[in-house]
């Protein structure tokens, strides 16, 4: 689908006017909403860089959004996506370190939500996730589905570790400090609660269950309220534990 070169006369060994987007779908990653400002992204990979050029489109041109603060901007060229990016609440954002996120990204960022002043934000929590074939943001193997529960895959507990920045005392620039408490501890701290855990595809589930369906996206899910998710109906016994903890499903195949 599209124009072609040949359509418009032009002989060429490319035939495409414009490469494809396929990934333009997935649009938490090109930017995400961040307490009265947006963050928009730099891509790690050159295939969806342009996906950006939309949302920078309308946060410089639409009437009500052209004063909105801007977190980060793809000019930066560190690279940050929306799959990483999460508020657990008025205090806290989640940022995963991840194969398309780094660890400098959040400490530009981290500077920047710092120099506003009308911010809210008393901490950034960024989270390891290993860089393995099937783990690309936070939201492949953690996901806040309700205030106080968690989905996630327990294939990287053996590597979980998070930094923190203090947006409170850590200066004009925080810096990222390691801590050592585990993945309970570390949502406790931050909801002031005890967080309820969620294993993908539920307690008990043999390790080729959980593998499966932590390929297919099992974390990926998308809190619509508190307590209610969209996701992928493939994954039949992660729908099956979230509905036995009280987690409402609306489930669709893709």
Known sequence: AGITKYDLGIEADHELIVDPMPNLYFTRDPFASVGNGVTIHYMR?????RETLFSRFVFSNHPKLVKTPWYYDPAMKMSIEGGDVFIYNNDTLVVGVSERTDLETITLLAKNIKANKEVEFKRIV????????????LDTWLTMLDK????????????????????VNGGAEP???????????????????????????????????????????GTNYLAIKPGVVIGYARNEKTNAALAAAGIKVLPFHG
Do not use: C
């Open 45 to 49: 990979y050159k295939v969806r860089q």
């Open 175 to 217: 810096q990222p400090k390691e801590n050592g408490l585990p993945l309970e501890g570390l949502l406790q701290s931050i909801i002031n609660k005890k967080p309820v855990l969620i294993p993908i595809a539920g307690n008990n589930a043999s390790h080729i269950d959980i593998e499966r369906e932590t390929h297919f996206d």
């Open 148 to 167: 106080d529960k968690f989905l996630y895959s327990p294939i990287a507990n053996d590597v979980f570790k998070f930094w923190d920045y203090d947006l």
């Open 126 to 137: 960024a989270i390891n996730v290993p860089k393995w074939t099937n783990l690309m943001h």
